[in-house]
């Protein structure tokens, strides 16, 4: 196996013409695992130009401009020649609360659009520490393989007795094998075997949804080691460190009560009480055994321990012990497990949420996408659509099975691993009516019809039905809006939302953290202007956000996009939630608002993108590389 040095010359550097920026590296390391017929790695390091840092900062903004430099957008996602991303920050490292995040961007093999899914862990700051601001991996392995990267040093390892083990057996065993220093980004046996929405896991935290663990599994790679040695200059570290700690104050105060004492389920009662808890397939906003689910029931009747990701002062993971397994390890119990694997299956015993939870997080599957497709299986064969008997709402032990099949790719499992949108064209009928999903990615726990704001939200995303990209059920929670009533004039809010996470998802930092800022983006530049030395304003940080928006989306028009994407599943639409006659959404009023939303963002009605706005957004070298497909794109509209 061929070992190549990456090559620290061409590495950006200070002392070089060069300026790089406080908080970065000034470059990306490029790995290629070579084409199938050989067994050779090559790396470089790539200098990124400092304007570029500024304009897209870190996470999911540098990662979708590093796919777009790689022409990502029109490869098979699964294929060698697509690349996957992970993309660190200018604040990785830096002593600022909940900053140990990194970001992996990817073309989804379930949407087929842009991914970024987040994640915390010590790999953002073990991989940054190789001397990077990003690793890039295209190619393919001939065999399953480790990819090793030593600081400087590149290298392949056999992983064929690794092939076939679970998320924690593998990094178990990886922790073993390697010294102390090691970081790991796993993939599971979903993510081996191809699955659609695998995760990539590392020390038990997932970067979850839009399949970014077939993406490697793909590429033959089971796990990702990196270690490092390489540290950042900061701009101001004496001043620095005195915000890191004003910010670690308030991070412990109100804003974040509710995360520390019950978790991201803390809110699943109210969500009931308001019906816009999904509940079988999203036929019901009401789910009659919730009680048993709730943190507060959960964490009365069994032990329930606190933790924090790296670098974090919060501490919103709860970890329940599973009360037929004494002395086992606890399952993390986040909302959308709970909502993905309980109610939305019809499920309300705690044991058996936590045991799927569990073994979605062995297999390395994202447990919404799991539990949305299961959900949607079950409701077909409730319709007598669909010849599997066994799948019924409410039946644990069909759960538990229907999880194991997608992880090991036997009988029905194959057609689950495909995720709901594929699995309702196979299935045929009316059924891709009531596959909860936009773009191919399932909905996560929040019913559209109860919270109108967040539907907008929904349907433009451009990573499909997410709840971490739009933030409007806030919007929705809130005096701002009727959330039974969606008007053009919501968007502005939905886009309010969506801006401020693209900037959190790209300087990154946890979005658990963003009430306690009163000035978002003018904290937000004072901590980048410390770290860099920038003097970047809140005004042009609200134009990064813009941009990195514009450029997912632009990634996803490159992709194919076609404005009836933006849409949601005609269950939705025109009728209303059962038992809530005010829940009902508009088909009219929803095409109208995302009309709105799209002249809001300065694209055409329909939410094409014209030159002149690249140009004005400095994305015009990605429209001149793929003219062929603009010139597509601006001929077919009206
Ligand atoms: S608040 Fe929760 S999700 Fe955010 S960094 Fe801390 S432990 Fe992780």
């Not at 974090?312 to 009360?323: F, K, P, R």
């Not at 709402?393 to 949108?421: C, M, N």
Request: proline content about 4%; overall charge negative.
């Amino acid at each position: 196996m061929q070992k190549e040095q990456a090559d620290p010359n061409t590495t950006a550097s200070t002392s070089g013409h060069r300026h790089v920026p406080g908080g970065y590296h000034g470059n990306y390391l490029s790995v290629n695992l070579g084409p199938d017929d050989q067994t050779s790695v090559t790396a470089q390091r790539v200098s990124i130009d400092p304007s570029v840092l500024r304009r897209f900062l870190g996470g999911s903004g540098l990662g979708t401009w590093l796919l777009l430099e790689h022409g990502s957008a029109t490869c098979d996602p699964l294929s060698p020649a697509a690349a996957i991303a992970f993309v660190f920050s200018p604040l990785v490292g830096s002593p600022l609360t909940t900053s140990a995040k990194f970001a992996v961007v990817s073309k989804s093999p379930l949407t087929d659009r842009i991914n970024d899914s987040l994640a915390s862990s010590g790999f953002a700051i073990a991989g940054k520490s190789v001397g990077c601001d990003a690793l890039v991996v295209t190619g393919q392995a001939a065999s399953p393989s480790i990819l090793v990267i030593d600081q400087d040093e590149v290298r392949l390892e056999p992983a064929e007795s690794l092939w076939g083990a679970t998320c924690s057996d593998t990094q178990r065993q990886l922790t073993e094998r390697f010294s102390s220093g090691w970081q790991f980004a796993v993939i599971g046996p979903a993510g081996e075997r191809l699955v659609r929405y695998a995760t990539i896991s590392h020390d038990g935290r997932h970067a979850g949804r839009g399949g970014s663990g077939a993406v490697l599994g793909a590429k033959n790679i089971k796990a990702i080691a990196v270690r490092g040695t390489k540290t950042c200059q900061w701009a101001a570290p004496g001043d620095l460190l005195q915000l890191a700690k004003a910010m670690s104050k308030k991070s412990m105060g109100s804003a974040t009560d509710k995360y520390r004492e019950l978790g991201t389920a803390t809110n699943l009662l109210l969500f009931n009480r308001l019906n816009t808890l999904p509940t079988r397939n999203f036929q019901q906003g009401y789910f009659e055994g919730a009680a048993a689910l709730s943190p507060e029931s959960m964490s009365i009747a069994r032990k329930r321990t606190r933790a924090y990701c790296a670098a974090c002062t919060i501490g919103c993971e709860h970890i329940y012990a599973l009360s037929d397994q004494e002395g086992a390890d606890g399952v993390r119990l986040e909302y959308e497990n709970l909502f993905a694997l309980g109610p939305l299956c019809g499920i309300g015993d705690p044991d058996v949420v936590l045991n799927a939870s569990r073994r979605c997080d062995d297999m390395g599957i994202d447990t919404i996408s799991a539990g949305g497709t299961i959900a949607f299986a079950m409701e077909c064969v409730q319709r007598g659509q669909l010849d599997q008997p066994w799948l019924r709402f409410g039946d644990g032990v069909a759960l538990l099975k229907a999880i194991e099949l997608i992880g090991t790719g036997e009988g029905f499992g194959r057609e689950l691993a495909q995720g709901s949108r594929r699995l309702a064209k196979s299935i045929g009928g009316d059924s891709i009516r009531f596959a909860a999903q936009v773009k191919g990615l399932e909905l996560p726990g929040y019913e559209p019809r109860s919270l109108q704001t967040m539907a907008l939200g929904l349907a433009v995303g451009t990573r499909g039905a997410d709840h971490n990209r739009s933030g409007a059920y806030e919007v929705d929670f809130s005096a701002r809006a009727d959330r039974h009533d969606l008007v053009p004039a919501t968007a502005a809010l939905a886009i309010e939302t969506e801006d401020k996470a693209a900037l959190i998802d790209s300087l990154i930092l946890c979005k658990f953290l963003r009430g306690i800022f009163t000035d978002f983006y003018g904290e937000a530049a004072e901590m980048l202007n410390l770290v860099t030395g920038w003097e970047t304003t809140a005004d042009e940080l609200q134009c990064v956000s813009r941009r990195i928006i514009t450029a997912k989306k632009w990634f996803n028009i490159l992709a194919g996009w076609t404005p009836d994407e933006d849409t949601l599943p005609a269950r939705f639409l025109n009728q209303p939630l059962p038992d809530d006659p005010a829940a009902q959404l508009d088909k009219q009023q929803l095409s109208a608002s995302i009309r709105m939303y799209n002249e809001q963002r300065g694209w055409s009605p329909e939410g094409w993108i014209d030159r002149q706005h690249l140009e004005d957004l400095g994305l015009a070298c990605f429209d001149r590389r793929a003219m062929g497909f603009e010139v597509a794109c601006v001929s077919s509209r009206r």
